[in-house]
C-alpha cells in the first residue's frame, strides 16, 4: 500500500464512521431494529459510492486506484457499527457497536495521526472530536425532528 492509498484509506474510513455512528444513533432514538439496520447499511453504501465517486472526480488523474481505495475504506468503516445490530438488539446491540466505534476511531487517529506525526496530539483530537461533535448534532437535530 503506498503512501496515497493510505491517505485514501484513513480520510475515507473517518468519512464513512463519522456518516454512520450519527445514523445508528438517531436511528436507535427513534426507529426500529429493522429500520436501523436498512437506513446503516444505505447510509454505507451511499457514502461509499458518493466517496469513491468524489475522489474520482476530483483527482486530476482520475485514479481509479484512489477512488477504490477511498470507496472500500468508507463501505468497511460506514457497515462496521451498523453489523451487531443484524445479531444483537438493543443493549447488546449498542454495546458491540460502541465497541467497534471506539476501536475504529482509535485506530483511524492513530493512523492519521502517523501522517502528520509534527501535529499528532491535534490529529487525534480533531479525529475523535470531529466524530464526537457530528455525532452530537445529528442526535439533536433527531430528537428535535421526532419530538
Excluded: H, Y
Excluded at 468524489?54 to 462496521?80: C, F, H, P, Q, Y
Amino acid at each position: 500500500m503506498t503512501d496515497d492509498d493510505r491517505t485514501q484509506a484513513i480520510f475515507g474510513s473517518l468519512d464513512g464512521l463519522t456518516s454512520t455512528v450519527a445514523v445508528v444513533i438517531a436511528s436507535l432514538l427513534t426507529g426500529t431494529q429493522k429500520s436501523l439496520i436498512g437506513t446503516g447499511f444505505s447510509i454505507a453504501i451511499a457514502a461509499s459510492v458518493g466517496m469513491a465517486w468524489s475522489e474520482w472526480d476530483s483527482d486530476k488523474n482520475g485514479s481509479i486506484r484512489r477512488a477504490v481505495v477511498m470507496g472500500v475504506a468508507t463501505l468497511i468503516t460506514s457497515a462496521l457499527p451498523v453489523i451487531p445490530f443484524v445479531f444483537l438488539w438493543k443493549t447488546s446491540g449498542v454495546i458491540v457497536s460502541a465497541i467497534v466505534c471506539v476501536v475504529l476511531l482509535g485506530v483511524i487517529a492513530e493512523l492519521r495521526a502517523s501522517l502528520t506525526p509534527a501535529s499528532r496530539t491535534r490529529a487525534i483530537l480533531v479525529t475523535v472530536g470531529g466524530t464526537l461533535i457530528v455525532s452530537v448534532l445529528v442526535t439533536i437535530l433527531n430528537l428535535i425532528v421526532a419530538a
